[in-house]
């Protein structure tokens, strides 16, 4: 068969065209094949344990009450602009509309990196906002930067201060999901989409 | 202060705080010294036939502050990386709203002569303002430029985001050129022709905003992810996004039909 250079090119630009598409309706190569859209870990992370105070001032044990849950934990803080409100807000809207079998075995565990600015009604107040069943933890910092050593992400960095007081904190931005084999075997950078979370927190819950 | 050259997404808190755009301001001018040169009656024109009446060269006005609200701080950078609904809004302004507006404006003079001399821009123009490519090429440029992966691509560099806006401007003005100018002469695309054009051409349109409004989840990362504005959430405010489209464009739409029809209808029909 001949194939002129002009039908080339054409089927070259509706291939293009529809790569576009594919990639908008998020069929790719990459996720195809893969069962979760997270980031799956090549060696898991086995659930901490740690004993921090939740915002009624309560010791929360982390190991034995988010035990044989699906586990979110995540660290960040109040006054970050942008990567912890987001992924808060998809997680929480996802769980909205995901049947109970499935939210009924989730828990959002969000630990403060600043835990100097975020009191504990602040941070009651700030994760209502989202899902009032999220869990908001406090510790000190020495003792958030061992979790974050235990659980294998960057340890959060408080920077300098502006001129009104003013700063940020660089923290691991990504979300690690604990199954209830006690172990996480996938992440969740930032970047996740809604319609991963309705896509992977179903299959994390039947993780026994 | 930061310049950018074009708004383009910059995965940063919004602020209300001013932003230079320099290439909006030149693209601007530039149109608006086109539209000025255009709008006025050609000189050396002994009846003046067919230039613009005093309120459509004003609507012409409004359509180049249109393109300029469309692209200048604050809706560029918010529809570029924030908010579905103001990306919608500048896809109204800039394809279905300042198009027919500057061309209403136009001296009718200037364009039978650039045709009459027919160089290489008359042919251009003539092949573009074919109905049938014109509407193929609006419907393409609507649908494609709404793909998620290609918003995606294109909102976060600053030539992409100029490549959007100008292929919604020029797929815009080539839509609604055999609507609004009846040159080049098609005899067969009178009034009824029109009308059926418009509602055939705005039906990806129609498409687009329910796929907007009844989505389980947003359909663009860009806004997705994006540091929230206002109260809403991304697939809130990606619904009033498709509601634009369908409430404003879709009226809009079938007001000019409406228009075009009175206006057949008022018209003294020839006695057979």
Redesign the interface.
């Known amino acids: 068969m001949n194939i002129s250079p002009r039908s080339s090119l054409g089927t070259a630009c509706i291939l293009l065209?529809a790569?576009?598409?594919?990639?908008?309706?998020g069929i790719s190569a990459e996720s195809g094949g893969r069962a979760y859209r997270g980031a799956v870990l090549t060696k898991p992370v086995a659930r901490p344990s740690f004993t921090l105070t939740d915002t009624h001032g309560q010791p929360f044990d982390f190991r034995a009450q988010t035990d044989d849950t699906v586990t979110l934990l995540f660290f960040g803080y109040l006054n970050c602009?942008?990567v912890c409100?987001?992924h808060l807000?998809?997680i929480a809207?996802v769980m909205r509309?995901l049947p109970y079998d499935v939210t009924g075995k989730v828990r959002v565990v969000f630990v403060t990196t600043d835990p100097a600015r975020d009191t504990p009604e602040k941070l009651e107040a700030w994760l209502s906002n989202f899902d009032p069943s999220f869990i908001g933890l406090r510790g000190t910092p020495e003792q958030v930067k061992a979790i974050e050593k235990s659980v294998g992400v960057a340890p959060a960095v408080a920077g300098a201060p502006d001129s009104a007081g003013a700063y940020e904190v660089g923290h691991a931005a990504q979300v690690i999901a604990f199954t209830r084999d006690d172990s996480a075997h996938v992440v969740y950078p930032?970047?996740t989409?809604?319609?991963d979370w309705?896509h992977d927190l179903p299959l994390l819950a039947k993780v026994k | 202060m930061n310049v950018q050259w074009w708004c383009s997404a910059r995965?940063?808190?919004w602020a209300w705080s001013w932003q230079a755009y320099p290439g909006v301001w030149i693209a601007v001018v530039a149109l608006g010294a086109a539209y000025a040169r255009w709008s006025r009656p050609l000189a050396g024109s002994a009846s003046h036939a067919f230039a613009a009446s005093t309120g459509r060269r004003v609507g012409g006005w409004i359509g180049v502050a249109l393109v300029w609200a469309a692209l200048d701080w604050p809706g560029g950078p918010l529809g570029t990386g924030y908010l579905a609904s103001v990306h919608a809004a500048q896809f109204l302004a800039l394809a279905m709203v300042a198009p027919p507006l500057l061309l209403r404006g136009i001296d009718g003079d200037h364009i039978r002569t650039l045709l009459a001399r027919n160089g290489v821009a008359a042919k251009i123009i003539t092949a573009v303002t074919t109905p049938l490519f014109a509407m193929l090429a609006f419907t393409i440029v609507m649908l494609?430029t709404h793909?998620?992966?290609?918003?995606?691509?294109l909102m976060r560099s600053q030539l992409g985001a100029f490549a959007l806006d100008l292929a919604w401007f020029l797929s815009g003005l080539a839509f609604w050129w055999p609507v609004v100018i009846d040159v080049p002469l098609r005899e067969r695309f009178g009034p009824p022709m029109r009308m059926l054009y418009l509602f055939a051409g705005t039906q990806a349109h129609l498409y687009l905003s329910m796929w907007l409004l009844l989505a389980?989840?947003?359909?663009y990362?860009i806004y997705?992810?994006?540091?929230?504005v206002t109260g809403l959430?991304?697939?809130e405010d990606q619904q009033v996004a498709g509601g634009l489209l369908l409430t404003i464009g879709g009226t809009y739409v079938l007001a000019v039909i409406s228009v075009l029809f009175f206006r057949w209808f008022a018209e003294p029909q020839p006695e057979g």
């Open positions: 065209f790569t576009f598409i594919l990639a908008g309706c602009p942008d409100p987001v807000t998809n809207t509309g930032f970047g989409r809604q319609a309705a | 995965d940063i808190p494609s793909a998620p992966g290609v918003v995606d691509t389980e989840f947003p359909a990362g997705e992810l994006a540091p929230r959430s991304a697939l």
